[in-house]
């Protein structure tokens, strides 16, 4: 009897139609629709004027989302040590990822600016630095573990520097992980997790690059890392699916995150 492989159990993956509709209103694509999408070849029924059919198509209606914004992203102080972290005097999200996943990249999209350093240099952000979101929150990049050019000893000091920074920061609302749609999960991914499900701390996992993989590909990813992280407590099961180059899905993580920082205003005001 053979066994699958991993390639061939991924491939056999059946990802859901709401899926597929999902990524395509993020600005990822959509489908051919081939025999195996045969729902991508439904008609849609033409308009008529009786009272069912307008309750069908207002039930239908998905009004466009407008373009959110963060306020101007202002660097504000830098900590290679927890004495050197600044006052908790506003809520704060953290940032985190492999080195040289596109953290920073993402940082820069996020914002509309170019103030975050960004290099193909795998280990380039030493310590926390704090970006303030408008005086409304602070957006805190840290340290990339994983692969870096740095001696072990000096890795060691930023991983303590980043357990103690989660251990201890009262106003951190949560710890975004930014992971690459093509690779999924890593062991150094989830070692992290681990750590921060352990120190209680909500976190969510952001895919990026995820313009890369084929609309299929990357569907099966998604469902493969939500599988990974059901042993994990204080996940936020929803993944968030972004790419800083196209700009697809960077408007809904943005809202998301207006949303948790309580900085979240109506439609009318973004238009």
């Known amino acids: 009897m053979s066994t699958l492989s991993n390639r061939q159990r991924f491939n056999q993956i059946q990802p859901p139609q709401k899926l597929y509709e999902k990524l395509e209103r993020l600005g990822f694509g959509s489908l051919r629709p081939t025999k195996r999408y045969a729902w991508k070849n439904k008609k849609i029924a033409p308009v008529t004027t009786t009272t069912t059919a307008k309750a069908a198509a207002f039930q239908n209606y998905e ?72 005086k409304l929150f602070y957006m805190v990049d840290m340290p990339g573990y994983g692969f870096a050019l740095v001696d072990d000893e000096e890795r060691q ?64 990813r998604i469902i493969t890392v939500q599988d990974g992280l059901k042993g994990f407590r204080n996940a936020i099961q929803d993944v968030l699916v972004v790419s800083s180059k196209t700009g697809a899905g960077i408007n809904q993580m943005r809202k998301e995150i207006l949303f948790l920082m309580g900085h979240l205003k109506s439609k009318e005001f973004y238009k």
């Not at 960004?118 to 979101?133: A, E, H, I």
């Open 63 to 134: 009004p466009k989302e407008p373009e959110y914004k963060f306020p101007l992203l202002s660097f504000f102080a830098g900590a290679k040590t927890p004495a050197s972290f600044p006052p908790e005097d506003l809520g704060e999200i953290a940032v985190v990822g492999r080195s040289n996943v596109g953290k920073s990249s993402l940082l820069n999209t996020l914002a509309g600016t170019t103030i975050v350093r960004v290099s193909d240099k795998p280990g380039l952000t030493q310590q926390m630095n704090f970006f303030t979101v408008g």
């Open 157 to 220: 000091q930023w991983r303590q520097l980043m357990e103690d920074y989660i251990s201890n920061r009262k106003t951190l609302k949560r710890v975004y992980m930014v992971i690459d749609a093509r690779h999924g999960l890593k062991v150094a991914d989830l070692d992290f997790l681990r750590m921060l499900d352990r120190k209680k701390v909500k976190f969510q996992i952001v895919m990026t690059k995820s313009d890369i993989p084929v609309l299929p590909q990357l569907a099966r």
